[in-house]
């Protein structure tokens, strides 16, 4: 069955043969499509949606890790514009999973846990392999060394 499985008001998560139905793109409304492959097609150009490519295997050795701030602020600005995101990958199980979990826990703030959670209501076939969850993990610390830098930022202004 083809479909594009809604995470937030303005993402959404699909294999491959559903990112590429000019039909559901149009339905949704979609102006991003993702593709979190080397190998899987992007939609028909007659779709009229802007495309990003990240060209990762689904591999737990492979670096996605190098690619969340740049997918994640992609998937934010987006929204920002009115626009909807579609993240996919061949299956719709671990790349394109791992790419909107980053995007959760950076844009919405959310933990490792509750993003993962939130995919997964979405689509309950995700599954992201070791090196991605291992990769998400140490997103997870980064970002809140980012926050705790801005926080200090914060409170020195308002001293």
């Known amino acids: 069955m ?3 499985c809604q995470v937030t008001r303005a993402l ?4 491959a043969r559903s990112a590429c139905s000019e039909e559901l793109l149009q339905r949704e409304a979609v ?7 080397k190998q899987q097609p992007f939609p028909p150009a007659s779709a009229v949606v802007a495309t990003l490519q990240i060209p990762v295997y689904d591999d737990p050795s492979e670096d996605l890790y190098a690619h969340f ?4 602020d992609a998937i934010q600005q987006e929204a920002q514009r009115g626009g909807r995101s579609v993240v996919y990958c061949k299956n719709g199980r671990s790349r394109s999973a791992t790419v909107c979990i980053a995007y959760l826990m950076k844009h919405r703030g959310l933990t490792l846990s509750d993003a993962k959670q939130k995919v997964k209501t979405a689509r309950h076939e995700i599954d992201p392999n070791p090196g991605f969850l291992s990769q998400l993990q140490r997103y997870e610390l980064e ?3 980012r926050r705790g830098k801005k926080d200090r930022k914060v409170e020195r202004q308002t001293d």
């Open 143 to 145: 970002l809140k060394k």
């Open 12 to 15: 959404f998560i699909s294999n």
């Open 69 to 72: 701030d740049r997918s994640a």
């Open 2 to 4: 083809l479909q594009l």
């Open 31 to 37: 102006t991003l499509a993702i593709n979190v492959s």
